[in-house]
């Protein structure tokens, strides 16, 4: 199983921004999607933002498109999310993802990703 490290949450105000960082551990392993997650306590996880490694083309859900960037570096294995004009509704454990499913394109359901990490903590006060 492929482990991956998240970091970079913390405790901010509303309206401001955080970078989550991801280290995928091992240098041969390729995946055609990695994806971010979160969820609070009690909800399902849910997709936030997954990004095709073979084309670099993002999606988003609703709730973080024109907020949130997801971007990658296939030559140091991470991947990040930067995430702007935070509010208290982003507020959850946030994990990052590697695909394991390949549909021609990459989709933001749990599923299809695997999950090898802690995940990190994002608060977001009003």
């Known amino acids: 199983q492929v482990q991956v490290v998240e970091s970079g949450g913390g405790s901010v105000q509303a309206g401001g921004s955080l970078t989550l960082s991801c280290q995928v551990s091992?240098?041969?392993?390729?995946?055609?999607?990695m994806g971010w997650f979160r969820q609070v306590p009690g909800k399902e996880r849910e997709g936030v933002a997954v990004i095709s490694t073979r084309s670099d083309t993002p999606q988003y859900a609703d709730s973080v498109k024109g907020r949130f960037t997801i971007s990658q570096d296939n030559a140091k294995n991470m991947v990040y999310l930067q995430m702007n004009s935070l509010e208290p509704e982003d507020t959850a454990t946030y994990y990052c993802?590697?695909?394991?499913?390949?549909?021609?394109?990459?989709?933001?359901?749990?599923?299809?990703?695997?999950?090898g990490g802690q995940g990190t903590q994002v608060t977001v006060s009003s």
């Open positions: 993802a590697t695909g394991t499913v390949w549909v021609g394109f990459c989709r933001r359901q749990t599923s299809d990703y695997n999950f």
């Open positions: 091992t240098r041969t392993y390729w995946s055609n999607c």
